[in-house]
Protein backbone atom coordinates (compact mmCIF):
# COMPACT_ATOMS: atom_id res chain seq x y z
CA UNK A 1 0.00 0.00 0.00
CA UNK A 2 2.83 2.33 1.03
CA UNK A 3 6.52 2.70 2.10
CA UNK A 4 8.91 4.47 3.72
CA UNK A 5 12.56 5.25 3.48
CA UNK A 6 13.59 4.86 6.98
CA UNK A 7 17.15 5.98 7.26
CA UNK A 8 18.36 4.41 3.79
CA UNK A 9 16.13 1.30 4.64
CA UNK A 10 13.11 0.54 2.06
CA UNK A 11 10.09 -0.57 4.44
CA UNK A 12 7.24 -1.56 2.50
CA UNK A 13 3.67 -1.70 4.19
CA UNK A 14 1.37 -4.49 1.88
CA UNK A 15 -1.73 -3.95 3.99
CA UNK A 16 -3.00 -1.02 6.47
CA UNK A 17 -0.37 -0.59 9.23
CA UNK A 18 -1.19 -0.98 12.88
CA UNK A 19 0.77 1.95 14.71
CA UNK A 20 0.59 1.48 18.74
CA UNK A 21 0.39 3.85 21.19
CA UNK A 22 2.80 3.77 23.77
CA UNK A 23 2.45 7.20 26.43
CA UNK A 24 5.63 8.02 28.42
CA UNK A 25 3.61 10.26 30.39
CA UNK A 26 1.04 10.64 33.70
CA UNK A 27 -1.79 12.40 31.90
CA UNK A 28 -3.06 11.01 28.35
CA UNK A 29 -6.41 10.84 28.51
CA UNK A 30 -7.12 7.03 28.29
CA UNK A 31 -5.12 6.27 31.31
CA UNK A 32 -4.54 2.57 30.30
CA UNK A 33 -1.85 3.77 27.84
CA UNK A 34 0.19 5.38 30.57
CA UNK A 35 3.73 3.54 31.04
CA UNK A 36 5.06 4.30 34.37
CA UNK A 37 9.00 4.13 33.67
CA UNK A 38 11.62 2.71 30.88
CA UNK A 39 10.54 -1.02 32.02
CA UNK A 40 7.33 -0.48 31.62
CA UNK A 41 7.47 1.10 28.05
CA UNK A 42 9.66 -1.73 27.29
CA UNK A 43 7.15 -4.29 28.53
CA UNK A 44 4.33 -2.60 26.26
CA UNK A 45 6.35 -2.66 23.37
CA UNK A 46 6.90 -6.22 24.01
CA UNK A 47 3.44 -6.90 23.75
CA UNK A 48 2.48 -4.48 21.41
CA UNK A 49 5.09 -6.47 18.66
CA UNK A 50 3.23 -9.69 20.03
CA UNK A 51 -0.26 -8.66 19.20
CA UNK A 52 1.02 -7.45 15.53
CA UNK A 53 2.30 -4.01 15.86
CA UNK A 54 3.34 -2.56 12.70
CA UNK A 55 4.88 0.42 13.94
CA UNK A 56 5.16 1.79 17.60
CA UNK A 57 4.26 5.47 17.92
CA UNK A 58 5.95 7.19 21.62
CA UNK A 59 4.60 10.04 23.08
CA UNK A 60 5.88 12.03 26.20
CA UNK A 61 3.38 15.20 26.19
CA UNK A 62 -0.43 14.96 26.63
CA UNK A 63 -1.84 16.71 24.20
CA UNK A 64 -5.43 16.37 25.67
CA UNK A 65 -7.16 19.50 26.75
CA UNK A 66 -6.21 21.05 30.59
CA UNK A 67 -3.28 18.45 30.62
CA UNK A 68 -0.57 20.24 31.97
CA UNK A 69 2.88 22.49 30.34
CA UNK A 70 6.02 20.07 29.83
CA UNK A 71 9.21 21.72 29.55
CA UNK A 72 11.28 21.02 26.78
CA UNK A 73 14.15 19.43 29.35
CA UNK A 74 11.43 17.18 30.59
CA UNK A 75 10.20 16.13 27.45
CA UNK A 76 13.14 15.37 25.99
CA UNK A 77 14.11 13.21 29.03
CA UNK A 78 10.74 11.21 29.02
CA UNK A 79 11.17 10.47 25.15
CA UNK A 80 14.70 10.07 25.08
CA UNK A 81 14.33 7.22 27.54
CA UNK A 82 10.96 5.63 26.30
CA UNK A 83 13.07 5.37 22.83
CA UNK A 84 16.04 3.70 24.25
CA UNK A 85 14.10 1.88 25.99
CA UNK A 86 11.72 0.61 22.39
CA UNK A 87 15.11 -0.16 20.77
CA UNK A 88 16.02 -2.58 24.22
CA UNK A 89 13.37 -4.60 22.76
CA UNK A 90 13.48 -4.16 18.51
CA UNK A 91 15.91 -2.58 17.24
CA UNK A 92 13.62 -2.44 13.59
CA UNK A 93 10.61 -2.01 14.33
CA UNK A 94 9.66 1.72 12.53
CA UNK A 95 9.30 3.79 15.48
CA UNK A 96 7.75 6.78 15.77
CA UNK A 97 7.27 10.38 18.39
CA UNK A 98 5.15 12.29 19.00
CA UNK A 99 6.42 15.82 19.77
CA UNK A 100 5.84 19.04 17.89
CA UNK A 101 9.76 20.34 19.39
CA UNK A 102 12.24 20.13 16.61
CA UNK A 103 14.76 19.68 19.65
CA UNK A 104 12.75 16.75 21.09
CA UNK A 105 12.28 14.98 17.78
CA UNK A 106 16.23 15.74 16.96
CA UNK A 107 17.65 14.47 20.31
CA UNK A 108 14.80 10.84 19.56
CA UNK A 109 15.42 10.34 16.33
CA UNK A 110 19.51 10.58 17.22
CA UNK A 111 18.42 7.72 20.05
CA UNK A 112 17.08 5.66 17.30
CA UNK A 113 13.49 6.84 16.59
CA UNK A 114 12.40 6.97 12.62
CA UNK A 115 9.36 8.79 12.44
CA UNK A 116 8.23 12.32 13.42
CA UNK A 117 4.42 12.58 14.50
CA UNK A 118 3.93 16.10 14.75
CA UNK A 119 0.56 17.36 16.13
CA UNK A 120 0.49 21.00 15.01
CA UNK A 121 1.92 20.16 11.49
CA UNK A 122 4.71 22.26 11.57
CA UNK A 123 3.01 25.77 12.72
CA UNK A 124 3.89 25.28 16.51
CA UNK A 125 8.26 25.14 15.88
CA UNK A 126 9.76 26.65 12.88
CA UNK A 127 12.63 24.82 13.03
CA UNK A 128 10.57 21.64 12.00
CA UNK A 129 10.68 21.37 8.67
CA UNK A 130 13.88 22.17 8.64
CA UNK A 131 14.88 19.49 10.74
CA UNK A 132 12.54 16.78 8.19
CA UNK A 133 13.67 17.96 5.14
CA UNK A 134 17.48 17.92 6.67
CA UNK A 135 17.00 14.08 7.68
CA UNK A 136 14.35 12.93 5.01
CA UNK A 137 12.28 11.97 8.02
CA UNK A 138 9.03 10.51 7.20
CA UNK A 139 7.13 13.17 8.93
CA UNK A 140 3.49 12.90 10.05
CA UNK A 141 1.80 16.19 9.39
CA UNK A 142 -1.89 16.33 11.67
CA UNK A 143 -4.60 19.39 11.09
CA UNK A 144 -5.04 21.47 14.29
CA UNK A 145 -6.03 24.74 14.96
CA UNK A 146 -4.09 26.86 17.92
CA UNK A 147 -2.64 24.69 20.80
CA UNK A 148 -4.04 21.87 22.83
CA UNK A 149 -5.44 24.11 25.47
CA UNK A 150 -6.84 26.64 22.97
CA UNK A 151 -8.61 24.57 20.74
CA UNK A 152 -11.92 23.15 21.88
CA UNK A 153 -12.59 27.32 21.46
CA UNK A 154 -11.52 26.96 17.33
CA UNK A 155 -14.20 24.66 15.76
CA UNK A 156 -16.15 27.26 14.01
CA UNK A 157 -14.96 26.74 10.28
CA UNK A 158 -17.62 28.47 8.85
CA UNK A 159 -15.17 31.06 7.00
CA UNK A 160 -13.59 27.83 5.07
CA UNK A 161 -16.86 26.31 3.88
CA UNK A 162 -16.67 23.13 6.22
CA UNK A 163 -14.37 21.24 8.09
CA UNK A 164 -12.70 18.84 5.59
CA UNK A 165 -12.40 21.95 3.36
CA UNK A 166 -10.08 23.21 6.16
CA UNK A 167 -8.27 20.24 6.58
CA UNK A 168 -7.58 20.12 2.47
CA UNK A 169 -6.14 23.74 2.14
CA UNK A 170 -3.95 22.63 5.59
CA UNK A 171 -2.64 19.41 3.70
CA UNK A 172 -2.16 21.45 0.32
CA UNK A 173 -0.16 24.33 1.64
CA UNK A 174 1.58 21.97 3.99
CA UNK A 175 2.86 19.32 2.09
CA UNK A 176 3.54 22.26 -0.60
CA UNK A 177 6.07 24.09 1.80
CA UNK A 178 7.69 20.55 2.76
CA UNK A 179 8.21 19.74 -0.78
CA UNK A 180 9.91 23.10 -1.57
CA UNK A 181 12.39 22.37 1.71
CA UNK A 182 13.19 19.06 0.11
CA UNK A 183 10.87 17.15 2.53
CA UNK A 184 9.07 14.17 0.26
CA UNK A 185 7.88 11.47 2.91
CA UNK A 186 4.56 12.82 3.89
CA UNK A 187 1.75 11.34 5.92
CA UNK A 188 -1.33 12.98 6.22
CA UNK A 189 -3.63 13.14 9.49
CA UNK A 190 -6.82 15.05 9.52
CA UNK A 191 -6.59 15.21 13.25
CA UNK A 192 -9.21 13.65 14.66
CA UNK A 193 -10.25 15.43 17.62
CA UNK A 194 -8.52 18.35 17.89
CA UNK A 195 -10.17 21.72 17.21
CA UNK A 196 -13.16 19.60 15.77
CA UNK A 197 -16.38 18.91 17.26
CA UNK A 198 -18.01 15.60 17.37
CA UNK A 199 -20.32 16.38 14.47
CA UNK A 200 -17.18 17.91 13.11
CA UNK A 201 -15.51 14.38 13.32
CA UNK A 202 -18.30 12.34 12.09
CA UNK A 203 -18.29 14.79 9.01
CA UNK A 204 -14.58 14.09 8.35
CA UNK A 205 -15.06 10.83 8.67
CA UNK A 206 -17.62 10.66 6.46
CA UNK A 207 -15.80 12.40 3.84
CA UNK A 208 -12.01 10.41 4.33
CA UNK A 209 -12.38 8.78 0.40
CA UNK A 210 -12.04 12.82 -0.65
CA UNK A 211 -9.25 13.12 1.16
CA UNK A 212 -7.91 10.41 -0.16
CA UNK A 213 -8.36 10.50 -3.61
CA UNK A 214 -6.55 14.34 -3.57
CA UNK A 215 -3.34 13.69 -1.78
CA UNK A 216 -1.11 10.53 -2.94
CA UNK A 217 0.23 10.18 0.50
CA UNK A 218 -0.27 7.64 2.98
CA UNK A 219 -2.78 8.81 5.68
CA UNK A 220 -3.02 8.44 8.93
CA UNK A 221 -6.35 7.80 11.38
CA UNK A 222 -5.88 8.14 15.13
CA UNK A 223 -9.63 7.94 17.07
CA UNK A 224 -8.70 5.68 19.54
CA UNK A 225 -10.81 5.73 22.41
CA UNK A 226 -11.78 9.56 21.44
CA UNK A 227 -14.10 11.62 22.74
CA UNK A 228 -16.31 11.35 19.28
CA UNK A 229 -17.38 7.86 21.02
CA UNK A 230 -17.95 8.48 24.71
CA UNK A 231 -19.21 11.99 24.28
CA UNK A 232 -22.32 10.78 22.05
CA UNK A 233 -22.39 7.55 23.91
CA UNK A 234 -22.65 9.24 27.49
CA UNK A 235 -19.31 6.60 28.36
CA UNK A 236 -15.83 7.23 28.95
CA UNK A 237 -12.56 6.21 26.93
CA UNK A 238 -12.42 3.19 28.98
CA UNK A 239 -16.10 1.82 27.57
CA UNK A 240 -15.52 2.54 23.95
CA UNK A 241 -13.27 -0.17 22.51
CA UNK A 242 -16.23 -1.60 20.50
CA UNK A 243 -16.97 1.80 18.90
CA UNK A 244 -13.52 2.35 18.40
CA UNK A 245 -13.64 -0.82 16.02
CA UNK A 246 -16.54 0.54 14.27
CA UNK A 247 -14.56 3.89 13.39
CA UNK A 248 -11.39 2.11 12.23
CA UNK A 249 -13.47 -0.07 10.20
CA UNK A 250 -14.86 2.94 8.69
CA UNK A 251 -11.62 4.99 8.49
CA UNK A 252 -10.07 1.53 6.32
CA UNK A 253 -13.29 1.88 4.23
CA UNK A 254 -12.49 5.63 3.67
CA UNK A 255 -8.85 4.80 2.91
CA UNK A 256 -6.78 5.22 6.15
CA UNK A 257 -3.27 3.36 5.72
CA UNK A 258 -2.30 3.81 8.93
CA UNK A 259 -4.59 3.23 12.45
CA UNK A 260 -3.37 4.64 15.22
CA UNK A 261 -4.66 2.86 18.25
CA UNK A 262 -4.68 1.72 21.82
CA UNK A 263 -5.82 -1.75 21.56
CA UNK A 264 -3.38 -3.75 18.96
CA UNK A 265 -4.82 -6.98 18.90
CA UNK A 266 -8.32 -5.67 18.27
CA UNK A 267 -6.83 -3.54 15.16
CA UNK A 268 -4.51 -6.45 13.44
CA UNK A 269 -7.75 -8.51 13.13
CA UNK A 270 -9.90 -5.58 11.28
CA UNK A 271 -7.30 -4.67 9.30
CA UNK A 272 -6.63 -8.67 8.95
CA UNK A 273 -10.28 -9.14 7.60
CA UNK A 274 -10.09 -6.06 5.89
CA UNK A 275 -7.32 -7.24 4.28
CA UNK A 276 -8.41 -10.48 2.94
CA UNK A 277 -11.94 -9.75 1.37
CA UNK A 278 -11.25 -5.87 0.54
CA UNK A 279 -14.48 -6.47 -2.65
CA UNK A 280 -16.60 -7.26 0.35
CA UNK A 281 -15.61 -4.80 3.20
CA UNK A 282 -16.99 -1.61 1.76
CA UNK A 283 -20.12 -3.35 1.11
CA UNK A 284 -23.13 -3.87 3.78
CA UNK A 285 -25.47 -6.57 3.46
CA UNK A 286 -29.31 -6.36 4.28
CA UNK A 287 -30.48 -10.09 5.37
CA UNK A 288 -34.06 -10.82 6.39
CA UNK A 289 -33.18 -13.03 9.46
Known sequence: MFSLNIKGRLVEFQRPAVMAIINATPDSFYSASRAADADDVASRAERALAEGADIIDLGAYSSRPGAAEVSTDEEMRRLVE????????????????????????????AEGADIVND?????????????????????????????????????DYSDEGSVTAAVMRFFARRVSELASKGADQIILDPGFGFAKTAEQNWELMAELPLIRESFPRPLLVGISRKSMFYKPLGLTPEAVLPATCYGNTLALQGGADILRVHDVGAARQIVDLFSLFPDRSNQVLLTDF
Open 82 to 109: AVRAVRRVSPDVPLSVDTFRASVAEAAL
Open 119 to 155: ISGGMLDPEMDSLIARNNTPYIIMHMRGTPSTMVSLT
